[in-house]
């Protein structure tokens, strides 16, 4: 008989999704050609969104969920990866169109793994994970368009969110004044504490769009989108740039071109699902180098798979501060 292991299992019998855990076996994953023992995984937004099926994030049935999955080699077809190496993937399909991270195996393509970094343990990757390693995309990305600490600070918008805690973290870290925008501002100490200078209420920037504004930052990571990105934009300094990454407030842009003529902006988009291997090597590198470990502590909570129904539903309506990091095992 097949050897088995626990693992979460959506279906669709009719109109609406299911979901169950289960024993599963190899037999049933996807093909690739490295089998991964799972150790942990996280619980990222879209996560949520998969898991209760609020979005069409899963475009195939029957589904292992988890964008993000950590371990080790347990077998693999191409000669580059060895059993008992230690590897995470994020994205890629996972959770969408390839089974993920919520089982205790999984079976990926071998030109999707990433070598976990000697600094981070598997657990320290997943407190990472798809919302850590977008936010070092997005510090990237604004790097690249030579926004730096003495041309004004930065704004972090849904900054007690996974994506917004590790921004923060990563900014203060490496000099910038961080301005936190947060609908949490019962936050405030924790964000200081990961490195904000300022706290702002979401309310300022969630309403009505002003197309040009105060110049109040020289640059903005915003994972919120809609009226929040507009804002931001329209209160971005002369030649600064804007890091999108996200719409938790919504896919539209309700705002003007007059930042992007009159004041120089740019706006970067940020895709962490399909990045090229070299961005994300890079990536997960500046992370080992720029991330303090103290603050990723700090953001992080671990849960067992067995609650990650629930800790989806409450990542969806706000509740989740920081991280979590899924013990799949546990």
């Known amino acids: 008989m097949a050897a088995t292991f626990r693992g979460i299992w959506l279906t669709k019998p009719g109109d609406s999704q299911e979901l169950a855990f289960r024993d599963l076996t190899l037999d049933e994953l996807m093909p690739g050609e490295v089998v991964v023992a799972v150790s942990h995984s996280t619980v990222n937004y879209k996560d949520g969104l998969a898991i209760t099926g609020k979005a069409p994030i899963v475009r195939r049935y029957p589904m292992v969920p988890g964008i993000d999955l950590a371990g080790v080699v347990e077998s693999s077809e191409d000669p580059q990866w060895k059993p008992g190496e230690r590897v995470l993937v994020n994205g890629y399909g996972l959770s969408e169109s390839h089974m993920g991270g919520y089982a205790q195996k999984a079976r990926v393509k071998s030109g999707w793994l990433v070598r976990i970094p000697d600094a981070f343990s598997a657990a320290d990757a997943m407190a990472i ?11 990237l990305a604004l790097e690249a368009h030579h926004v730096t600490p003495a041309k004004g600070p930065v704004l972090v918008t849904g900054a007690a969110g996974g994506v917004g805690s590790t921004a923060i973290a990563l900014l203060a870290k490496l000099g910038f004044k961080v301005i936190a ?23 300022e920037l969630s309403g009505d769009v002003r ?20 804002n931001a934009i329209g209160a971005t300094s002369y030649g600064g740039a804007i890091a999108a990454c996200g719409l938790a407030q919504g896919m539209d842009l309700p705002g003007s071109v007059a930042p992007f003529i009159l004041r120089g902006v740019t706006l970067s988009g940020i895709d962490s699902v399909m990045a090229p291997m070299a961005i994300r090597k890079e990536a997960w590198m500046r992370l080992a180098r720029d991330l303090d470990a103290g ?24 509740k989740v501060r920081g991280r979590l990091v899924v013990d799949v095992a546990a």
């Open 211 to 230: 197309p040009l504004g105060k110049e109040r930052w020289a640059g903005v990571i915003d994972s919120v989108g809609s009226k929040t990105l507009a």
């Open 129 to 139: 994970g798809t919302a850590g390693y977008t936010a070092m995309l997005s510090v």
């Open 181 to 203: 925008s947060t609908g949490r501002t019962e936050e405030a100490d924790y964000l200081k504490a990961l490195g904000a200078s300022e706290i702002i209420a979401r309310s």
């Open 295 to 318: 603050a990723l502590t700090r953001m992080t909570r671990t849960i067992p798979l067995k609650d990650v129904p629930q800790a989806a539903g409450d990542i969806l309506a706000g």
